[in-house]
């Protein structure tokens, strides 16, 4: 493919919620540039954006996709992005790097909450944004009920610039508010003229209005010419005063030649885009950066994926100078210099060959050493670094088994790469329950992940709820004391210890001490003694949950001068906390975390009754820009599916953070059930 002048490059992100037909319209643009002879289908999974295995068997997009689209000299990089919320990260690197938003809408449908989402995500980015009504061809599609709703929804600034031709079921084309012709000239049915005079005095209003000087002369004449139409729309979309509202139905191919036409001449370049400020590094300072392919090298890391085969592959959007092949560039973040080999103009899953990506363009290159998200590719002589993004935390959680001895060798190389792969995923150790915790943004994302460990690296795994970290703990003081003796043939074993146990408050831990006068304990013992005691703690009398918040004080004991051992003491010291345990009143602990709840104010009575069925104490709401926020407590077992649950509830317009408060007892009626659980799976595992 050519290399493009940024005058020449078009960078638009096609978002909505899942369905709305983002990568049906992808492909309808490639068979409208005359890149594909057919256009394909995602229910027979062989469209361009939609290759990856996981993609083509779920029949929704799970990966953001970069689709180039040649048009009347220019180059149109498409993102085709998720709609799924389990998928969000997706979106969010297409939102960075894009120029400007093109927001898919289901004309049966309308506005959804993934459209909703989207229009956020993009108005804290300060994102141009436009519509397209699409699957107008379907029963119960109404573009008039949908302008009405997105309208209502995102302001007046929203106005159609295109009706649809719908006939018999079929969207026949579109009708240009601008010009009132259809497509290359014909003229608009007479029939839909009554329809056509209040929408296109309803795009004058809102495009005069973006300008002093031609709102004077629409009031004065009541009409304005197409050019000045135009031009007003195009400055007005750039500028966040109009949102152009398009129309089509991408799976008959209706519409695509207009909505091409429509991005070359109204959306923005990436010199139209407000300049990237970038931290000087060294210098500590932030500088402008214009795009200009002679500026100073700044290439921002926005994707990286991550094959067995094929090795790494990094995608960036370059903001200013020039990336050239076979060349290098310097990555301030992680303080090394990198070979630039072969760049790539990506379609899909197809790689074209280019010398060069200049300001303005994106495309990919492999094989970087440790180059990652988020990095800036630059120069070692002008070192740049460009913000980076921010993802939202990882929220649903699995416990990850292998399968097999040869899956345990591949888990953690899998997961680091695929964590690598994407930023929204997160994976640590549990020390207390010795598992690995895979987290993600829900059920869907950790199935796609555990799958792609599977496929990519041939990782087979399980997952599972997460065990909960349970401990336990002393209620009441008391005194413990065990004396092992054991007589051999040869030297024997005698250590004698007397402790005082008693509890501790929450979060304490541990403490242990010693009182011995006398030397009925020797000095060179109490170490053994000691030791013997922190051996037992992981191991609690009632469900063998580790024991947190007691002090053990040593007292009292004997020795014996040929016996004594530190082995022997170790063992005794062992045995007296584990009797003394058992007789201080045992109590099993849970973890009770943070919660932080955000949703719209509709929803707040369904999650509070949701939140007391939970064991949950509120303690207050917070109502904030037509939401409430609802802070509680809530034990750490109630929660361990709260994303699919508080998105069932809000219908995914909720969402919530949560984090580690403290200890607290298992109520009475509840330990029973804890203690029965943690006997079974014991069991099990002693039969495995």
């Not at 940024?6 to 983002?22: D, M, S």
Request: proline share 6%; aromatic share 6%; glycine share 8%.
């Amino acid at each position: 493919m050519a290399v493009h002048p940024p005058e020449r490059i078009r960078n638009v992100a096609f978002l909505g919620h899942n369905g709305c037909g983002k990568t049906t319209l992808t492909e309808a643009l490639l068979f409208t540039a005359g890149v594909l002879t057919r256009q394909g289908r995602v229910d027979d999974g062989n469209t361009v954006s939609d290759y990856d295995p996981e993609e083509t068997k779920r029949r929704i997009s799970i990966n953001l996709s970069l689709v180039p689209v040649p048009w009347k000299e220019t180059k149109v990089n498409i993102l085709d992005t998720p709609g799924y919320a389990d998928f969000v990260g997706e979106a969010l690197a297409a939102i960075r790097v894009a120029d400007a938003a093109l927001i898919l809408v289901d004309a049966i449908a309308g506005v959804q909450v993934g459209t909703e989402q989207v229009w956020q995500h993009c108005d804290e980015r300060g994102l141009p944004r436009a519509f397209f009504v699409n699957k107008l061809d379907r029963e119960n599609a109404d573009f008039g009920r949908t302008v009405a709703a997105i309208r209502e929804r995102f302001g007046r600034g929203c106005v159609p610039v295109q009706l649809p031709i719908v006939q018999q079921g079929a969207c026949k084309g579109v009708i240009d508010l601008l010009s009132l012709r259809v497509g290359r000239g014909g003229e608009a049915p007479a029939e839909l003229l009554p329809q056509v005079k209040p929408l296109r005095e309803q795009m004058l209003e809102a495009v005069a209005e973006t300008d002093d000087a031609l709102l004077s002369k629409y009031l004065e004449e009541g009409e304005l010419s197409e050019q000045e139409l135009r031009q007003a729309l195009r400055q007005g979309f750039q500028t966040g005063q109009v949102r152009p509202i398009f129309a089509g139905c991408s799976a008959q191919n209706a519409g695509s030649q207009e909505l091409l036409a429509a991005i070359v001449d109204l959306f923005p370049c990436p010199r139209d885009a407000p300049p990237v400020r970038a931290l000087r590094l060294g210098a500590k300072q932030e500088e402008e950066l214009k795009t200009d392919p002679a500026g100073p090298l700044a290439a921002f890391v926005f994707k990286t994926t991550a094959d067995p085969y094929v090795g790494r592959l990094t995608y960036v959007r370059v903001y200013s100078g020039t990336l050239k092949s076979d060349s290098r560039a310097w990555n301030g973040a992680k303080n090394r210099e990198e070979r630039i080999g072969q760049l790539y103009v990506v379609r899909g899953k197809s790689q074209e060959n280019t010398p060069q990506l200049a300001a303005g363009d994106i495309g990919a290159v492999a094989k970087l050493g440790e180059t990652a998200t988020n990095d800036t590719l630059t120069q070692h002589d002008h070192p740049l670094a460009l913000s980076p993004m921010k993802f939202p935390l990882p929220l649903y959680s699995a416990a990850v088994h292998p399968k097999t001895k040869a899956d345990l060798d591949k888990l953690g190389h899998a997961l680091a790469r695929l964590a690598e792969e994407d930023p929204t995923l997160g994976v640590r150790r549990e020390p207390d329950t010795s598992e690995t915790i895979l987290s993600g943004l829900g059920e869907s994302h950790i199935q796609v992940t555990v799958e792609k460990m599977q496929r990519k690296f041939g990782a087979g795994v399980t997952a599972a709820v997460p065990k909960v970290p349970y401990k336990e703990t002393i209620t009441t003081r008391v005194k413990a004391e065990h004396k092992h003796k054991k007589q051999t043939g040869g030297h024997g074993q005698y250590g004698h210890v007397v402790m005082e146990l008693e509890p501790l408050p929450r979060g304490t831990g541990f403490e242990f001490a010693s009182k011995v006068v006398g030397g009925s304990v020797p000095r060179n013992y109490i170490p053994a003694v000691e030791k013997g005691v922190r051996n037992a703690l992981p191991e609690g009398p009632l469900a063998h949950f580790p024991l947190i918040d007691l002090r053990a004080v040593l007292v009292d004991g004997s020795y014996h001068d040929v016996d004594s051992s530190d082995m022997s003491f170790q063992i005794a010291g062992a045995q007296a906390l584990r009797h003394g345990v058992a007789e201080a009143r045992p109590v099993i602990l849970e973890p009770v975390v943070d919660l932080r709840v955000r949703a719209p104010d509709s929803y707040t009575g369904e999650i509070i009754g949701d939140l007391n069925s939970k064991r949950a104490r509120v303690h207050g709401m917070t109502p904030e820009d037509g939401h409430t926020i609802i802070e509680a407590e809530a034990p750490l077992a109630e929660l361990q599916r709260y994303a699919t649950d508080l998105r069932s509830l809000t219908q995914g317009r909720g969402t919530f953070t949560i984090e580690f408060s403290h200890y607290e007892e298992v109520p009475a009626h509840q330990a029973p059930r804890v203690i029965e659980a943690a006997q079974r799976e014991r069991e099990a595992a002693q039969k495995d």
